[in-house]
């Protein structure tokens, strides 16, 4: 008995605390990766989805205070309800522990997140090193001779062991992955389409090719605690609400293409 009141008790507090800080006006600290995923966001708070979420901010009279870490660290916060929310996270059933996401109720057998309510799209990409036979065709990876590398934490290695090719999740930055990749550790790596094509233009670009069909193309959400979630499920609504109406916003379109330098990406935007 005294155990589970102390349970209780704590499921209390953290249900008070999240609560007060997503109360309209207040402030709800959301996590994000510590990389710079262009055109998407940068450490000193710049980019696309720090341009979207202002704009919600502003309609929702919640003030978000960043947290940048290292991406598992990001999670395991959100799961804890050490953080009000996390962005940009890409959905699968493992997730669904880790906070709410829009559209999926708690406990479904079938969960369907609402993609309406998403942040951003964005691809993975594969990167080989030129001249090799590595090769993807829209179904099935081909002439792999070693493993592929992807950055720890991140959701395309579910996708990689599915295939059931060896992987390597060893790396935790973009910049990493393409060293051992350059370096011959690796033969090939599974990256985040923004990351890529950066990537591709620095100085080991000549060096590697990456492969015109995409791995595979998610979506990416803002996701709330589930302390907050099951505490102020309006406000969640709200702010998921506002994501659409912002993305979907002439203004928002019209800086997205900008940023996007003309590629053709609907509301995409970057994961993990």
Partial sequence: MRRYLLSALAVCCLLAHAWAQAASGEHLTLCFERQEVRPWR????????????AEVAKRTGVTFDYQSMPWKRCLEQLKANQVGGAFAV????ERMALGAYPGVAAGASDPRVDASK???LDTYMLVRPRGSRLDWDGKSI?????????????SVGDFLRAQGVATDDGSQRSDELMQKLVAGR???????????????RGP??????????????????LVL?????TSQPQLATRLWNAIEEVRNSPAYRKREQQELGGRRLGSRGGDH
């Fill in 42 to 53: 940068t450490l000193d708070g710049g980019g696309l989805n720090f341009e979207l979420l």
């Fill in 90 to 93: 890409s959905f699968n059933r």
């Fill in 118 to 120: 998403r942040m951003h």
């Fill in 142 to 154: 081909r002439n792999l001779d070693g493993r592929i590398g992807f950055q720890l934490g991140y």
């Fill in 186 to 200: 690796l033969a090939g790596a599974a990256m985040g389409g923004g990351d890529a094509a950066r990537l591709m």
């Fill in 204 to 221: 080991h670009g000549k060096r590697l090719e990456m492969l015109p069909l995409p791995l595979m193309e998610k979506p990416y959400f």
């Fill in 225 to 229: 605690s589930n302390a907050l979630a």
